[in-house]
């Protein structure tokens, strides 16, 4: 099982919401990622977690919380957006760090 | 800074030919790279890695070069499909920064029937 899920697979929210992405891995991998992306640019790394601790914070947002409440779940909490962080939201994990990665398929995040 | 850039934005190849894709990374502590492959609406997915102390890397129908003198990785396909069809994205991962993944800005490939 080479297999990455992440859900939902797309989300509509409004600037006042609160919700959460979700992403999970049963590969034993203990390195677990969040990367931003928008159309037609490569994917941009935002947090890296290694074994359930945040290791990697690319100087995101406060209104993008990462939480990982064990090594086979990551979830993004999301609360104030705004339009402009409206993209594909993409999940990684890898066996350790600097070892391949795996992505999902992404969450489709739209914010009006 | 750190980046990883490509040569050619766009690719076009006719069915059956091989394919050269090209990266330039900037970063001679990276000591890591993978190439990955995105179809529209999908995530990233791995297609093959080398590591700095190789120089070439065979897969099925692909091969990767690493050139460190230079700071550049070709990704080859061979005998390209229309299935290939795809953005490929390079990315190099840096030791020094607990080996976060920086990736490349892309190449689209195209592949004519």
């Known amino acids: 099982d080479t297999e990455v899920t992440q859900t939902p697979k797309h989300l509509v929210m409004g600037m006042t919401n609160k919700k959460s992405l979700k992403c999970e891995q049963h590969?034993?991998?203990?390195?677990m990622y969040w990367y931003k992306q928008k159309a037609k640019k490569p994917p941009e790394l935002m947090f890296v977690?290694?074994?359930?601790?945040?290791?990697i914070n690319e100087s995101v947002p406060s209104r993008f919380s990462p939480e990982c409440p064990n090594s086979s779940l990551l979830n993004l909490h999301l609360h104030a957006l705004q339009p402009e962080d409206s993209a594909l939201y993409l999940c990684?994990?890898?066996?350790?760090?600097?070892?391949?990665?795996?992505f999902g398929q992404g969450t489709r995040l739209t914010v009006v | 800074g750190e980046s990883v850039g490509l040569h050619l934005p766009t690719l076009s190849v006719q069915e059956g030919d091989n394919s050269i894709i090209n990266c330039a990374y900037s970063?001679?502590?990276?000591?890591?790279f993978i190439w990955y492959k995105q179809e529209s609406g999908k995530g990233p997915q791995f297609i093959i890695d080398?590591?700095?102390?190789?120089d070439k890397r065979q897969g099925q129908r692909v091969t990767v070069l690493l050139n460190k003198t230079v700071k550049h990785l070709s990704l080859q396909i061979a005998a390209t499909q229309p299935g290939d069809s795809a953005v490929y994205f390079c990315?190099?991962?840096?030791?020094?920064?607990?080996?976060?993944?920086?990736f490349g800005q892309g190449t689209e490939l195209s592949v004519k029937p």
């Open positions: 080398i590591r700095s102390n190789m």
């Open positions: 977690y290694s074994y359930e601790k945040l290791s």
């Open positions: 990684a994990s890898s066996r350790e760090r600097n070892t391949e990665a795996f």
């Open positions: 990315a190099e991962s840096l030791p020094t920064q607990g080996g976060k993944l920086i």
């Open positions: 970063n001679s502590a990276s000591d890591y």
């Open positions: 590969m034993g991998h203990r390195a």
